[in-house]
């Protein structure tokens, strides 16, 4: 079965430190698709990236960049030199290459930004 | 202007009224979806529709109705609304071509008294 877990619940760190939201997801497909998207207090759900499982190239874009590794089913994204603005709940999320239904989402990581 | 969109943005109302909550999408894609996000539970599916002759349900469908009236809009309806619907509600579409990234609407707040 699909599963995402988000271990980390709440997170708040002080502007302009790292920080690594934590990701770890179940399946038994070898194809899939792995998610990140980012919701800010007006609510709204920004698609951040999409890596595809055959695909293991960790990736940056700016401050942002994510490691995806298979061997421990992990997929975390990492903010360097966060920003007020960066303040948002992350969520995670998988989809299967046969189930055209479902993308499963983790239950997120709320991140607080500190000034 | 955004490429979904999804009306009401919020709306109050009480408990065995319907109510319809409407999505547009200028993406051209053909596959719609629609979440409910309730707090600490994340995101889950009530209903899919992969063209305008297909309607699937979601794993919370029961209480909603969907209607596909286009490619571009795709209709959730609360036919007797009760307060465990109060949630936030959003429309999502995709398309295989961008494997299956989802791209979502800015949110309906329902509010059930």
């Known amino acids: 079965a699909q599963k995402v877990t988000q271990a980390q619940t709440e997170i708040s760190v002080v502007e302009k430190e790292d920080v690594t939201l934590d990701c770890v997801y179940e399946t038994r497909d070898t194809t899939y698709y792995l998610f990140w998207y980012k919701q800010p207090p007006s609510g709204e759900l920004v698609f951040l990236i999409r890596?595809?499982?055959?695909?293991?190239q960790n990736e940056i874009s700016g401050r942002y960049s994510w490691n995806f590794q298979k061997s421990t089913s992990s997929f975390n994204f990492t903010i360097t030199a966060s920003q007020v603005v960066d303040s948002a709940v992350y969520f995670c999320a998988l989809r299967e290459e046969n189930r055209d239904d479902k993308i499963i989402f983790g239950k997120g990581t709320r991140l607080h930004i500190l000034p | 202007d955004a490429d979904v969109t999804q009306t009401p943005r919020n709306r109050i109302t009480k408990t065995g009224k319907r109510i319809m909550l409407e999505c547009s999408q200028t993406?051209?894609?053909?596959?719609m979806y629609w979440y409910r996000q309730d707090p600490g539970l994340g995101l889950r599916l009530i209903y899919y529709s992969f063209d305008v002759k297909d309607i699937n349900k979601g794993e919370i469908s029961d209480g909603y109705s969907v209607s596909r009236q286009a490619q571009a809009k795709f209709s959730l309806s609360l036919e007797s609304a009760i307060p465990n619907q109060t949630a936030l509600y959003f429309c999502a579409t995709s398309d295989p071509g961008t494997q299956e990234t989802q791209y979502f609407g800015p949110g309906t707040r329902l509010l059930v008294l």
């Open positions: 993406k051209g894609h053909d596959r």
């Open positions: 890596r595809n499982s055959f695909d293991e």
